[in-house]
């Protein structure tokens, strides 16, 4: 399966219709032009998919704003997943093993790689069945083969 049907599969519930992947990151953080020319960004770590620009002129300026530069590239926390995870294989990312939204932190232990479709995949997976909870709720996570 493609990148395009993977994030049209496991994010589409969201609202996007997804056309292009304009921009991607080493935690696996995408950019995503829609049928509508809006722009989406797709945060696995922390599972969720948002409108970050209307159009391209918005994203132009988006891409000067200095606190969104720092936030999408995350060298911090990507030089310690080098440290930690080692670098990056063809095909594979960054990412945090149990998601921020499910408590997981993010340091070394929970930094691991995986390939960028099983992230995307999951992070949409999870966003889907915790959209209606409260922050703060309890959940039980059952993990089946």
């Known amino acids: 399966m493609n990148l395009i049907a993977e994030i049209r599969n496991s994010w589409g519930w969201a609202g996007i219709e997804p056309i292009e992947v304009v921009g991607d990151n080493d935690f ?11 722009y989406w960004r797709i945060c696995p770590e922390d599972v969720y998919c948002e409108v970050i620009a209307q159009d ?3 994203l132009n300026s ?3 704003n200095q606190e969104f530069l720092t936030d999408w590239h995350m060298s911090a926390l990507v030089e310690q997943a ?13 990412c945090l093993a149990i998601p ?3 408590g997981g932190k993010y340091e070394a232990s929970n ?7 099983e992230i995307i995949s999951l992070s949409g ?4 069945q915790i ?10 996570l059952n993990v089946v083969d």
């Open 28 to 38: 696996g953080n995408l950019i995503v032009r829609d049928v509508n020319g809006r």
């Open 56 to 58: 391209e002129n918005q």
């Open 62 to 64: 988006l891409s000067k």
């Open 82 to 94: 080098k440290q930690s995870a080692g670098s990056l294989q063809k095909g594979r990312k960054y």
């Open 100 to 102: 921020s939204v499910l």
């Open 111 to 117: 930094i691991k790689t995986a390939p960028l479709a």
């Open 125 to 128: 997976d999870i966003a889907k």
């Open 131 to 140: 959209q209606n909870l409260p922050d703060g709720a309890e959940i039980r």
